[in-house]
């Protein structure tokens, strides 16, 4: 069984109806949207026409949003119904980064997020969902996709049907009739400053980046604001636990690298356990409910890595103090092995998010398969800059080679992603809006490698002073990541 809907927009007026619906019988927030119509105009005077688009959630068969969620609060019910149990939720809103249709929002009243769920209670009652109900020309149907005598399934059986971002794979259960595809197809049609009746929702000010192709006589003329929800915080994990997992990667080879006495022996676990110690907070704080973290541990979803990541993070520190407790009790042989054990978890801590970041469907951007070694390179760039400073003198060759070899890999890695083919329009529109994305007057991306690559290399080549090269490595890659991470969440998804 499949609950789904038709929607036939060879009907359709554009009303509203179903999104006042919807907020009175659900109770949804000003702001939120459980279910939104769009507007398009295209043509140009005097030969234009408005088309529209009802959007919500398709209740996918394959839904991301219910992979991700670290706390099982989405579940795939047995008729189909993506449904969530706000109560569980603790706002990381990673479910908002999986949905490739942005059909879920944040209740900030609550601290938890919400979308459409089928008018589920009314379902149990043998109702219909309230959109249907209201609707004035019929244009919602609703019904078993999967019951071949069910009057939607026939419907979507006769009639020509189209699904949003079929390239996503998630199998949407909201079927569209009548539909242009420049409704359908995010960021195709302009999106002006102005919107019919207001000014178009500031969230994503970011200038549409020229080198993208639009429909430039077709004009979003109406559509709901769409929020950045990750930001600083996530940045600042990046960073923060690509030091932790550097520096440990880095630990079995500290005298090698120049360190000795005290900073040799403990210097880089202790740097690993006060970083990872910090991205966890991080972590914690960026939740809505910081309290409720707990619950990645008390009703994991192992299908997570956010849960899989959280537990990576655990294992990581039990070695790093394991390491430090053998060393202070003068075992330092059983010490230097446990180390070779941190070294690998400090690979697993700085990667895991590459496989987060893949279960991100919505974010085509972050689901690129050079993310994993690229966030491995970094790692053991943050763990040189973080450890240079405290090895022998100002001046040394093996901190200096590493620092240079991993800033010259990151860059590479860097100017491929943005520069490389891209396979979906989102994925490009992300790539392009790395270079949009500002900080102040800074151009993000752009400015953090020239700052993190030639400011790092110029210490150490050139003035010869590795120990300061910390300061513009690790401040290039912040703002590296803050591009990153915003690009990737400013294209439309709807």
Same mark, same amino acid.
């Given at each position: 069984m499949q609950l789904g809907f038709v929607i036939d927009h060879e009907s359709c007026i554009g009303c509203h109806a179903c999104t006042v619906a919807c907020k009175a019988e659900n109770n949804v927030p000003v702001g939120g949207f459980r279910t939104s119509v769009k507007y398009v105009e295209e043509g140009t005077f005097p030969d234009v026409r408005r088309m529209f688009l009802v959007q919500r959630c398709n209740h996918c068969t394959k839904a991301p949003c219910v992979t991700i969620c670290p706390v099982n609060a989405l579940e795939k019910k047995p008729n189909g119904i993506v449904d969530i149990d706000r109560?569980?939720?603790?706002?990381?809103?990673?479910?908002?980064?999986?949905?490739?249709?942005?059909?879920?929002?944040?209740?900030?009243?609550?601290?938890?997020?919400?979308?459409?769920?089928?008018?589920?209670?009314r379902i149990e009652k043998n109702l219909e969902p309230a959109c249907v109900i209201v609707c004035p020309v019929g244009a919602i149907i609703s019904g078993d996709l999967h019951n071949p005598n069910s009057r939607i399934a026939q419907i979507a059986a006769g009639k020509e049907t189209k699904v949003r971002r079929p390239e996503q794979r998630t199998g949407p259960n909201v079927r569209y009739v009548g539909v242009e595809d420049v409704m359908l197809?995010?960021?195709?049609?302009?999106?002006?400053?102005?919107?019919?009746?207001?000014?178009?929702?500031?969230?994503?000010?970011?200038?549409?980046?020229?080198?993208?192709?639009?429909?430039?006589?077709?004009?979003?003329?109406?559509?709901?604001?769409?929020?950045?929800?990750?930001?600083?915080?996530?940045?600042?994990?990046?960073?923060?636990?690509?030091?932790?997992?550097?520096?440990?990667?880095?630990a079995p080879f500290a005298a090698m690298l120049g360190l000795e006495g005290f900073a040799a022996k403990y210097l880089p676990e202790l740097i690993a356990l006060f970083f990872v110690g910090l991205t966890g907070l991080l972590l914690v704080e960026d939740l809505k409910k910081p309290l409720a973290f707990i619950?990645?541990?008390?009703?994991?979803?192992w299908n997570s890595w956010l849960v899989k990541g959280a537990w990576v993070i655990n294992a990581?520190?039990? /070695?790093?103090?394991?390491? !430090?407790?053998?060393?202070?009790?003068?075992?330092? =042989? %059983? @010490?230097?092995?446990?180390?070779?054990? #941190?070294?690998?978890?400090g690979a697993a801590v700085a990667g895991y998010t590459a496989f987060l970041f893949a279960q991100c469907e919505g974010r085509d951007l972050w689901q690129s398969k /050079?993310?994993?070694?690229? !966030?491995?390179?970094?790692?053991?760039?943050?763990? =040189? %800059? @973080?450890?240079?400073?405290?090895?022998? #003198?100002?001046?040394?060759?093996?901190?200096?080679?590493?620092?240079?070899?991993?800033?010259?890999?990151?860059?590479?890695?860097?100017?491929?992603?943005?520069?490389?083919?891209?396979?979906?329009d989102n994925a490009k529109q992300g790539a392009a809006f790395l270079g949009v994305v500002r900080i102040g007057p800074f151009k993000a991306w752009r400015d953090g490698l020239i700052i993190g690559v030639a400011g790092a290399l110029l210490f150490v080549s050139l003035l010869q002073l590795s120990a300061f090269a910390f300061v513009p490595a690790l401040l290039g890659l912040l703002m590296y990541e803050h591009a990153f991470i915003r690009a990737g969440q400013v294209p439309p998804l709807s």
């Open positions: 109560d569980a939720c603790i706002g990381c809103r990673a479910c908002m980064q999986a949905c490739p249709y942005d059909a879920i929002y944040l209740n900030e009243d609550l601290g938890a997020v919400e979308k459409c769920h089928y008018c589920a209670h197809n995010p960021g195709q049609a302009i999106r002006p400053e102005m919107y019919l009746w207001s000014d178009r929702p500031p969230h994503k000010g970011e200038t549409w980046p020229v080198q993208l192709n639009v429909q430039r006589d077709a004009r979003v003329v109406l559509d709901y604001g769409h929020k950045v929800e990750w930001g600083w915080g996530v940045t600042l994990y990046l960073v923060t636990k690509g030091i932790a997992g550097g520096a440990a990667m880095l619950r990645l541990f008390t009703r994991p979803n990581f520190v039990g /070695l790093i103090v394991a390491s !430090l407790a053998l060393r202070w009790s003068g075992m330092d =042989a %059983a @010490a230097d092995a446990v180390r070779w054990g #941190g070294a690998l978890a /050079l993310l994993l070694p690229h !966030l491995l390179v970094q790692a053991v760039m943050c763990g =040189a %800059a @973080a450890l240079v400073p405290f090895a022998r #003198g100002f001046r040394f060759e093996s901190f200096s080679g590493v620092i240079v070899i991993a800033v010259l890999a990151h860059l590479a890695f860097a100017l491929i992603e943005r520069y490389r083919a891209h396979d979906t």
